[in-house]
């Protein structure tokens, strides 16, 4: 199978005052087309840290990251601005990731108009979107403050996929949403993963959520990974101590 | 019990409302006294009674009365025509001065606070030289060497001034810098300079705009005072602090030649902090709260 993403010994330090925190230590891993990898562990684990160096808004010390074998490790510039035609990201607070200045309809226009789509046509495809994300064309015209966490969301979601990408990151995309949100949300992307033939990095600490969506499952302790395989199998088997754990922890 | 507990708070809501009421009153007063001043600033030439440079030593250092209702000068200048004539160049220069400095230290912070790194500890480190000197000391200092004149003052003022607000726009860029929707802008392919312009700026306005109002009086009060050391505009041209300084050997005998541009000063400065109070009460989010701000 193809891979979408690959990552060779990823790395990543943090200084703390005199301390130096290892936030992400020799993780490699793939994604193959149309696949969900997901990415489970406590908070603080590194799962953030991986999802900021693969969309290059941090720079690794060490290792490689290829996107569709083509490496974007030290691309910047105009180079990087057509990786992110390829990657999108969803964040972890809906309503932090539009600009409380800008309609929502804008900020998902954006990137189209980027990517040198006329201002009429960028507006019709927003509309397109945002429908897909069960959303109507009036959500195009509010600010994000008077929208719900779960409509922002979804707006959020709508702007990643708008310029198809092949890969989307989802950083704890449903953890600041309640649940029955939270459901509707990961329906939503399961359909639109079907439909588009996207990949998913899906960043969670919830191992209920993982099993619903991901079709492979690595679980993180201190910045390395500690064990992967299919989430039923992890769930039922989990072979590492610190699995278990986390799996009694939530049920 | 739950009755009363409604009531108060709707009473709350209700006061809070009306406060806002209150503040929007206040800036609306403010503003169009501001706009009075300005405009009367303006048109000056047009209104005054007396050409302000015109002498007439027969009626030198005479007192308020019907004709002048300021009195006049010792070269017999009428005081009115004066003090309107000279508010032209006092505020605005001090507009102008403000402006110069809020665009080109917002700027400056903008760079620096975006780009971080060398270059901005490089700035930094500058603009603490200028904060490091007693600001009305290096302004005389830069005027004296650049010789007298007001675009002098204003440029040794600006020279003093911009750190403040370089400083200041820093502080927001790096405290807004981080939030996602600055990360999303950028995984939208948008280029540095629009992320700054669209996403940053338009978000960190409101505290710039709050204290470069309130500065517009202290940049009068300080140009009035370069102009009454004689560092400012020079005679004839009617300036407040030189109009000032003109009479200040006078207070005793003829006080209305030293009065009338205070009076002006005192005012005009007076209105333009009152109108930055009420702009701040405005803008900054920590004295307002929006009710309802996020739909439940």
């Not at chain 2, 209702?69 to 010792?74: F, I, K, S």
Request: glycine share 8%; hydrophobic share 45%; with cysteine.
């Amino acid at each position: 199978m193809k891979s979408v993403l690959e990552v060779r010994h990823l790395k990543k330090a943090y200084q703390h005052g005199k301390e130096t925190v290892q936030a992400v230590d020799d993780v490699s891993f793939q994604i193959h087309t149309g696949e969900c990898l997901g990415l489970v562990g406590e908070s603080g684990c590194g799962k953030s840290t991986i999802a900021k160096m693969v969309t290059r808004l941090e720079s690794p010390d060490a290792g490689e990251i290829f996107l569709n074998d083509r490496e974007i490790t030290r691309v910047s510039g105009k180079a990087l601005r057509t990786v992110y035609q390829q990657m999108q990201m969803v964040f972890q607070m809906p309503v932090d990731s539009f600009n409380p200045r800008i309609k929502l309809g804008e900020g998902i226009r954006e990137s189209l108009i980027n990517q040198g789509m006329g201002r009429r046509e960028a507006k019709t495809k927003a509309w397109e979107y945002l429908e897909i994300c069960g959303l109507d064309k009036t959500f195009a015209d509010r600010y994000p403050h008077q929208v719900s966490g779960g409509e922002c969301q979804r707006a959020s979601i709508a702007r990643a996929i708008a310029i198809k990408p092949c890969l989307v990151i989802c950083d704890e995309a449903t953890s600041a949403l309640d649940v029955t949100v939270q459901a509707q949300i990961i329906k939503m992307l399961k359909r639109l993963k079907k439909e588009l033939g996207m990949s998913y990095l899906f960043i969670c600490h919830d191992l209920a959520l993982v099993q619903e969506i991901c079709d492979r499952v690595m679980v993180m302790q201190n910045g390395t990974i500690v064990e992967q395989g299919i989430p039923d199998d992890i769930i039922m088997r989990p072979r590492e101590a610190y699995t278990k754990k986390l799996i009694d922890s939530i049920f | 019990m739950e009755l009363t507990t409604v009531k108060a708070t709707t009473i709350k809501i209700r006061t809070h409302k009306k406060q806002q009421d209150r503040i929007m009153i206040k800036l609306f007063i403010f503003l169009a006294l501001v706009i009075l001043l300005l405009l009367i600033a303006a048109f000056a030439a047009q209104l005054v009674p007396y050409d302000p440079y015109a002498q007439d030593l027969t009626i030198a250092l005479k007192p308020p009365s019907q004709a002048h209702p300021l009195g006049t000068d010792r070269y017999g200048r009428d005081m009115l025509s004066r003090v309107m004539m000279g508010g032209q160049t006092t505020i605005y220069s001090a507009l102008l001065l403000v402006g110069v400095i809020t665009t080109f230290g917002t700027l400056v912070g903008l760079f620096c606070g975006y780009k971080g790194g060398k270059i901005d500890s490089f700035i930094m480190r500058v603009s603490d030289i200028f904060l490091a000197f007693p600001g009305m000391v290096f302004a005389i200092a830069v005027a004296g060497v650049l010789g007298g004149g007001i675009i002098n003052a204003v440029v040794a003022l600006a020279c003093i001034s911009w750190p403040k607000f370089a400083r200041l726009a820093r502080g927001q860029v790096l405290a807004i810098k981080n939030m996602p929707y600055i990360s999303a802008a950028k995984l939208s392919g948008s280029r540095a300079t629009k992320i700054v312009f669209k996403h940053i700026l338009p978000n960190i306005t409101g505290p710039i705009l709050v204290t470069a109002t309130l500065d517009i009086g202290t940049m009068m009060m300080e140009l009035a005072g370069l102009s009454f050391l004689g560092l400012g505009a020079m005679p004839p041209i009617a300036e407040w602090g030189s109009m000032m300084s003109d009479g200040r050997s006078m207070l005793q005998t003829a006080p209305w030649v030293i009065l009338a541009p205070g009076c002006a000063i005192f005012i005009t400065v007076m209105l333009f902090n009152l109108l930055g109070d009420t702009v701040r009460d405005v803008l900054d989010p920590k004295t307002k709260k929006r009710p309802n701000r996020r739909r439940k």
